[in-house]
């Protein structure tokens, strides 16, 4: 079964530090770009960042741009986002994807993980 | 960013509507496009991508059309299991932008 599962998500203090993972299973995972999107309480969905198949390119939202570090370990099919300086607006739920072949095609999604940044 | 606008926000319908939704983007995206379902409590699931394929395993009844600038998402006849939040996506440029989201309810 193709699959992604994400683990990490918990309650943080603003400030604080946390990494997400995102293990693959089912399919050749290093052959795929792997994206993170997050989804506020009541909130529509926004992309956060991505990582190429190999690793050696990534690209970040405005919003996590230097705070944010995406990584990835193909050994491991894992994918890593490393969240730093954490601020209340971060909070939300954190998604993994990969973008298949074909515009727009981002397919399968993990079930997500929750961070809540709060004092 | 490229601004995605989607319309309705909302609307409710009945079994058997066809239901549309557009989705509008700030700059011509070409067909690279898709549209996405989320029920609550659930990830987005791929719906139709490059504007008008429609992912495996995806019920016939879900269209998509469109290119450059305007997009359309139609529910040709809608069944009580579509109540659900659809998102129009645009991965043309970085960042990937989506719409606000179209809440679908069955009368």
């Known amino acids: 079964e193709v699959q992604l599962v994400e683990s990490g998500g918990n309650l943080v203090q603003p400030g604080g530090s946390l990494r997400l993972s995102c293990v693959a299973s089912g399919f050749t995972f290093n052959n795929y770009w792997v994206h993170w999107v997050r989804q506020g309480p009541g909130k529509g969905l926004v992309w956060v960042s991505r990582?190429?198949?190999?690793?050696?390119?990534?690209s970040y939202a405005d919003s996590v741009k230097g705070r944010f570090t995406i990584s990835r370990d193909n050994a491991k099919n894992t994918v890593y986002l490393q969240m730093d300086s954490l601020r209340a607006e971060d909070t939300a739920i954190y998604y993994c994807?990969?973008?298949?072949?074909?515009?727009?095609?981002?397919?399968?999604w993990g079930q997500g993980t929750v961070v809540t940044v709060s004092s | 960013a490229i601004q995605m606008t989607q319309s309705p926000s909302s609307l409710s319908a009945s079994v058997g509507d066809r239901v549309t939704i557009t989705c509008r983007a700030s700059?011509?995206?070409?067909?690279?496009f898709g549209w996405y379902q989320q029920k609550p409590g659930k990830a987005p699931k791929l719906l139709i991508y490059a504007a008008s394929s429609l992912q495996s395993g995806v019920p016939s009844r879900f269209s998509g059309s469109g290119s450059g600038t305007d997009f359309t998402l139609t529910i040709s006849s809608l069944q009580p299991e579509d109540s659900a939040t659809y998102y129009c996506?645009?991965?043309?440029?970085?960042?990937?932008?989506f719409g606000q989201g179209t809440k679908v309810e069955i009368k």
């Open positions: 990582i190429s198949s190999d690793g050696t390119s990534t």
């Open positions: 700059q011509d995206i070409r067909n690279d």
């Open positions: 996506l645009q991965d043309y440029t970085y960042p990937p932008t």
């Open positions: 994807t990969t973008r298949g072949g074909g515009s727009s095609r981002f397919d399968p």
